[in-house]
């Protein structure tokens, strides 16, 4: 068994609106600062440190859990699961 670091990324699928990167955008608009930045997404990320035999069974348990404890919302939530070694 390894120990695994394992970063799950939480955040709106497209088309779905994201009031709080809205938010942070309009505050720069306003300051008149960071005129580049055209858009802003924010995203919720959870990090795991799981024992498990290999980075794919570490994936599939860290899934599981969070289907098991409803930590998203699939139907407006898109779900990125990157495993490190520890």
Do not use: W
């Amino acid at each position: 068994m390894a120990i695994f670091n394992v970063h799950v990324t939480i955040e709106n699928k497209p088309g779905i609106s994201d009031p709080e990167g809205d938010t942070i955008l309009n505050d720069l608009v306003l300051k008149g600062t960071h005129k580049s930045v055209s858009k802003i997404k924010t995203a919720k990320m959870l990090k795991f440190t799981i024992k498990e035999k290999d980075k794919k069974s570490a994936q599939s348990k860290v899934q599981e859990i969070c289907d098991e404890l409803r930590i998203y919302n699939p139907m407006v939530s898109k779900v990125t699961i990157d495993v490190f070694d520890a």
